[in-house]
């Protein structure tokens, strides 16, 4: 049995753990960087009075983002000495610099960051990191290192899935994949573990088409039918997020292939577990983006209370969060205080 067999088995029960566990196994994750990080620093700073401004400088208005965001602020707003906002990056590279700007020299305590672009953003990360501000990114790495990436695993989270979808066609047949734009590295790690996962499960299937669908439901719909034009006989279609594959279910119903044409996302929307269990999309990769959130704000509250800056990270920390193939035999497991 390997760690992510572990992962799976145990994530229900992981899930239910409260954020001040979290707050507490963060703590732990993290090490102790300096001699001035722990909880004596945390009371020093608190007897005199100080305030902490945090931000989120999401993507965009998205339920990715909003789940995190929501997270985010069940850590912090009980503490009462965090100053939080969700702020717009408007899918837009130099709007998300600009933010950057903004808290930089506004004096940001830490700044939480879900990058447009893994390596335009890279910049500003560092721009942070000399002005001591440590930076969490969410779901989305960066090429500049940083205090702290929290993800689940995509690459093998795309291996499962590949071999989940590969089981469910028989081990034959063509797909397609519905694919971000380039410059993301969660793209590639996705791309990656699907195409490496059918090699290693399920060689008989062929990948006949990886196009872009710029993560959007109508797009995705539009990507789908040209590449169904071109291959009548596509069985499946693996959308690298969950609005691209709700876009492949569309296809699916309006061409009648529902029961057919087999169809994996990735993320674990709501949404996307409602198709689940509707019987349309067949399966995601799903984590509890809630907890996603909660761990980046026990971390960045350990940081910024125990005066720790970016310049006291040798490395990069890396806080993985544990997944599930979610199926119509699973879906109904996850509890609705789970679904985002």
Same mark, same amino acid.
């Given at each position: 049995?390997?760690? #992510?067999?572990? !992962? #799976?088995?145990? *994530?229900?029960?992981?899930?239910? $753990? ?16 300096? +001699? ?11 007897? &005199?009075?100080?305030?902490? #401004?945090?931000? *989120? ?14 997270? /985010? ?14 702020? !717009?990056?408007?899918?837009? $590279? ?21 990058? /447009? ?18 930076? /969490? ?9 940083? +205090? +702290? ?17 590969? !089981? ?21 790690? #996705? ?16 990948? %006949?088409?990886?196009?872009?669908? !710029? ?13 169904? +034009? ?18 492949? %279910? ?12 087999? %169809? ?15 019987? &349309? ?7 509890? %983006? ?22 006291? *990270? ?19 497991? /996850? ?6």
């Amino acid at each position: 049995m390997d760690d #992510r067999t572990n !992962d #799976r088995r145990s *994530f229900l029960k992981a899930m239910a $753990v409260g954020s001040a566990a979290v707050a507490g196994a963060a703590a732990g994750m993290l090490g102790v960087p300096g +001699a001035e990080t722990g909880f004596a620093g945390v009371a020093r700073a608190r007897a &005199e009075g100080t305030r902490y #401004r945090m931000a *989120f400088i999401q993507w965009q208005p998205h339920t990715v983002p909003a789940a995190w965001s929501k997270g /985010i602020e069940e850590v912090l707003t009980p503490q009462q000495i965090v100053d939080y906002e969700l702020l !717009d990056g408007q899918n837009k $590279v130099e709007v998300q610099a600009s933010l950057m700007d903004t808290l930089i020299s506004q004096g940001a305590s830490a700044i939480f960051l879900q990058p /447009i672009d893994s390596v335009a953003l890279a910049p500003s990360i560092a721009k942070a990191k000399r002005a001591g501000i440590p930076v /969490i990114t969410l779901n989305i790495d960066a090429t500049e290192a940083h +205090a +702290a990436h929290v993800e689940m695993n995509h690459y093998y989270g795309a291996m499962d899935i590949a071999k989940a979808m590969g !089981d469910a066609m028989g081990g034959k047949g063509k797909v397609a994949i519905l694919n971000a734009p380039p410059g993301i590295i969660i793209r590639d790690q #996705r791309t990656n573990g699907f195409v490496e996962g059918m090699k290693q499960h399920h060689p008989g299937i062929q990948i %006949v088409a990886d196009q872009v669908a !710029d993560w959007d439901r109508k797009k995705a719909q539009d990507v789908l039918n040209t590449i169904l +034009a071109a291959n009548p006989d596509l069985g499946g279609a693996y959308g690298v997020n969950d609005s691209m594959a709700l876009g492949a %279910v569309d296809v699916a119903k309006e061409k009648g292939l529902l029961g057919r044409f087999v %169809v994996f996302g990735n993320d674990g929307e709501t949404a996307a577990l409602e198709s689940i269990e509707a019987g &349309e999309l067949t399966g995601t990769q799903y984590t509890d %983006v809630y907890q996603q959130g909660r761990l980046a704000a026990a971390a960045a509250t350990v940081l910024a209370t125990g005066g720790v800056t970016a310049g006291a *990270f040798a490395q990069q920390s890396r806080l993985l969060m544990p997944y599930v193939i979610a199926t119509k035999a699973n879906a109904g497991s /996850i509890q609705p205080s789970q679904r985002w």
